[in-house]
């Protein structure tokens, strides 16, 4: 018999990763196919995130819901998998006695064996240890239909910036082998990509060894990635500013299949906070890094990530964050206020300022940065972009959904055949972020 399949995805894109990487792994064990619907299903799991406090409680309102879905079929799985699984471990079960199995970001590959031992044993499997790269060896080859598709290269962060879990959640920076990169990269053209988006949570942190033993950084990967045949497009997130070296930002003018959008996290504008945060950048660092990129790709779209309200910000260090947006100019941003973070330095740094301040101060920033995507918008109006169809549109099903350079989706009027193709579209007038635009009909 089938079966059903559910999954629950929260928090970024490593576990929306994480996310295809489980159901490859239980279709490798047998009959399986995934519902949408947690209602019809055998299993059901939970791949959670606790970068702010918001994601994690969510988690526990979920589960309450998927416990009363087991009192009606007591051989419904439930499984809790990735960050806030990481944290808590053993907790989850004692906090929901009814969750079956909880596994870590590198632990999912072991799924279908804590399946099992859950069924033979009666009892709770947590298996959260970090066994190194074994998740590499382990998950089989993504299945896609899509034109585009995410290659993990490397797990874990080494950079301990204050505020954040991940290194704890996630383990420090381990990197793919090269070969493996390359070789996942091959099979995924030769099912019909051609778009890849080179994953992990600071990719240019990257040093993987080759079949030699020696070690490559991610500037040498990028260049080996662009040179396959198959990639015409060619993406990567999350990199770090301390790590934007020279070699890197050179490609950008040697290697046109690199994709003209760069997300590359700030966090704040001044200098002291980003001291406090231990991000090992001052604000004109970061902005040598955008100037030196404009250089030699200018029309690259920049887009970032920032905590407002970290422990200690004045409106002074907010003044000097918004000066950075003004003197950068970006293409979109997740701003987030500060969530402490149990087990982190800055969760126990003095933090007098009112929330209502930094609600304040955060919806000055979000107003700002869309009044410069808006302007982006208007900019690209009129222009014919190239872009890859991904989806059919969410909102019309007589449309699909492409992708452009600068990571904007488009959605026009085409046929479903056009699907994982490039196509030429002219951007209509219009100020929204999802832009709306027609087809160019080559003559
Ligand atoms: N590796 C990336 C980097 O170089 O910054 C980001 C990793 S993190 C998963 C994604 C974003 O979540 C961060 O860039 C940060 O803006 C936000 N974040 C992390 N910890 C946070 C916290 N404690 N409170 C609020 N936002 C947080
Ligand atoms: Fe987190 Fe800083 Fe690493 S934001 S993921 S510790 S670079």
């Known amino acids: 018999m089938t079966t059903k399949l559910y999954i629950k995805t929260y928090g970024c894109q490593m576990n929306e990763y994480d996310s295809d990487k489980m159901a490859d792994v239980l279709r490798a064990c047998g009959d399986m196919e995934q519902t949408d619907k947690p209602e019809e299903a055998d299993i059901i799991l939970f791949n959670t995130c606790s970068i702010r406090e918001k994601a994690e409680e969510k988690v526990f309102s979920d589960l309450g819901r998927a416990r009363a879905l087991k009192q009606h079929n007591p051989n419904l799985l439930i499984g809790v998998g990735g960050c806030v699984a990481s944290q808590e471990g053993e907790t989850i079960i004692k906090r929901a006695?009814?969750?079956?199995?909880?596994?870590?970001?590198?632990?999912?590959?072991?799924?279908?064996?804590?399946?099992?031992?859950?069924?033979?044993?009666?009892?709770?499997?947590?298996?959260?240890?970090?066994?190194?790269?074994?998740?590499?060896?382990h998950v089989p080859t993504a299945q896609t239909t899509h034109g585009s598709a995410f290659v993990s290269i490397m797990e874990g962060c080494s950079k301990y910036c204050t505020f954040c879990v991940v290194p704890y959640t996630r383990g420090d920076e381990v990197s793919r082998p090269f070969d493996d990169v390359i070789?996942?990269?091959?099979?995924?053209?030769?099912?019909?990509?051609?778009?890849?988006?080179?994953?992990?949570?600071?990719?240019?942190?990257?040093?993987?060894?080759?079949?030699?033993?020696?070690?490559?950084?991610?500037?040498?990967?990028?260049?080996?990635?662009?040179?396959?045949?198959?990639?015409?497009?060619?993406r990567y997130t999350t990199s770090h500013p301390r790590e934007m070296t020279q070699r890197l930002i050179d490609l950008y003018a040697t290697t046109p299949k690199l994709a003209s959008h760069l997300h590359l996290p700030v966090q704040s504008g001044s200098d002291r906070i980003l001291a406090a945060m231990k991000r090992g950048y001052t604000a004109l660092e970061y902005k040598s890094v955008v100037r030196k990129l404009r250089a030699v790709r200018p029309d690259i779209s920049i887009t970032s990530d920032f905590i407002i309200g970290f422990p200690g910000e004045t409106e002074a260090d907010f003044a000097a964050t918004m000066k950075l947006v003004e003197d950068v100019g970006f293409d979109a941003s997740f701003s987030f206020i500060f969530s402490p973070r149990p087990g982190t330095p800055a969760a126990e740094m003095a933090d007098d300022t009112p929330y209502e301040t930094k609600l304040e101060r955060l919806h000055r920033l979000q107003t700002r940065i869309h009044g410069m995507e808006q302007q982006v918008s208007a900019a690209m109006s009129g222009s014919v972009q190239r872009v890859l169809v991904e989806n059919i549109s969410r909102k019309n099903a007589q449309e699909l959904a492409g992708r452009t350079e600068n990571n904007r989706v488009v959605n026009f009027a085409g046929s479903p055949g056009m699907l994982g193709r490039y196509v030429d579209v002219r951007i209509l007038p219009g100020t929204l972020h999802t832009l709306r635009g027609e087809l160019v009909i080559q003559p």
């Open 97 to 137: 006695p009814y969750v079956d199995v909880v596994f870590g970001p590198q632990t999912l590959h072991r799924l279908p064996q804590l399946i099992a031992a859950r069924r033979a044993s009666g009892e709770s499997q947590v298996d959260i240890s970090f066994p190194e790269i074994e998740k590499f060896d």
């Open 183 to 234: 070789r996942e990269v091959e099979s995924l053209t030769a099912q019909g990509v051609s778009e890849i988006t080179l994953l992990g949570q600071n990719v240019n942190a990257y040093q993987g060894t080759m079949g030699d033993g020696d070690t490559v950084d991610f500037a040498f990967l990028l260049q080996a990635v662009a040179a396959l045949p198959g990639v015409q497009r060619l």
